[in-house]
C-alpha cells in the first residue's frame, strides 16, 4: 500500500532563509510524486511533479524537489523564502502518471517571518 | 478562464436533510473527483471518475454518491448528511496522463 509521510507538520522560517519541506513516501512500484500548495481559502495548486527521468524537479515560484529513491524521500526546496510562501503545503503519490487516486500526506504549514 | 466552480462555497444544514454540491469544469478534462479536508487529516478522496458514466469509491466514500452524466459535471450527493460529514470539501479535475489536478475553491459544509 501507498503512504505519505510529511515530517513537520508546521515549519517556521525567516524572509530570505532556506525552505525545507520534508516528504517520505512508501510505495511497492516506482511512484509518481507532486507537491501541491493551499494559499488561505483556496484550492491547492501544482507546485511540481516527478514521474519519470531527471530526479531533480523544478517547479514554479522558485521551489524544486529532489526524488531519492534510496531514501524514498522526495523533500521540497527554495533557497530563500518569501513572506509570499506561507500557506500549506502538501505532498502526494500516485502509482500511476494520470494522477488518480493521489494519496495525500497530512500537509505541513509554512510560516514566513520578516 | 479555466476553472472548476463549486457551489455552494459555504453551508449550514440539519442531520438527515439532502443536499447536493455542484462541481463544474470548463477545461474538458476526463478526470474528476473529490476530496474532503479534515484538520490533522490532510485530504482524503471520496469518489472519482475516469469519464462519463464511469465512478469508483476513493478512501472515504461512506455516505457520499456521485454521478456523472456530462463531461463537465461531477456531483457530490448526501442523501442524508450526519454531523461527521461536517468539513471542507474540494472538487478537483484534470486529463487523464498528465497528474496535474486542478481544484476548486472549496465548499464548508456544516452539519448540525
Known amino acids: 500500500a501507498q ?7 508546521h515549519v517556521s522560517v525567516s524572509e ?26 483556496q484550492g491547492l495548486q501544482l507546485l511540481l511533479k516527478y514521474t519519470t527521468g531527471a530526479t531533480l524537479v523544478k517547479g514554479i515560484n522558485g521551489f524544486e524537489a529532489e526524488f531519492k529513491k534510496s531514501e524514498t524521500s522526495f523533500h521540497l526546496t527554495k533557497p530563500s523564502a518569501h513572506m509570499s510562501d506561507a500557506a500549506e503545503y502538501f505532498c502526494a ?4 502518471q494520470a494522477g488518480t487516486a493521489l494519496i495525500f500526506g497530512k500537509g505541513t504549514t509554512l510560516s514566513v517571518s520578516s | 478562464e479555466a476553472q472548476v466552480t463549486q457551489n455552494p462555497r459555504y453551508l449550514i444544514t440539519v442531520t438527515g436533510k439532502k443536499l ?32 462519463v458514466e ?3 469509491k476513493g ?5 457520499y454518491k456521485v454521478s456523472r452524466k456530462e463531461k ?4 457530490l450527493i448526501l442523501e442524508s448528511p450526519s454531523p461527521n460529514q461536517t468539513s471542507l470539501y474540494f472538487c478537483a479535475s484534470s486529463f487523464l496522463g498528465t497528474g496535474e489536478l486542478f481544484f476548486g475553491e472549496g465548499s464548508r459544509l456544516t452539519v448540525l
Open chain 2, 54 to 56: 464511469v465512478t469508483d
Open chain 1, 16 to 41: 530570505g532563509a532556506l525552505v525545507l519541506l520534508r516528504c517520505n513516501y512508501s510505495s511497492s512500484v516506482p511512484p509518481y510524486l507532486f507537491w501541491y500548495v493551499q494559499y488561505p481559502n
Open chain 1, 93 to 96: 503519490v500516485s502509482l500511476n
Open chain 1, 3 to 9: 503512504s505519505v509521510t510529511q515530517l513537520g507538520s
Open chain 2, 72 to 75: 463537465r459535471n461531477f456531483p
Open chain 2, 59 to 63: 478512501d472515504v466514500p461512506e455516505g
Open chain 2, 20 to 51: 447536493t454540491v455542484t462541481c463544474s469544469q470548463n477545461m474538458n478534462h476526463e478526470y474528476m473527483s473529490w476530496y474532503r479536508q479534515d484538520p490533522g487529516l490532510g485530504l482524503r478522496q471520496i469518489y472519482y471518475s475516469m469519464n
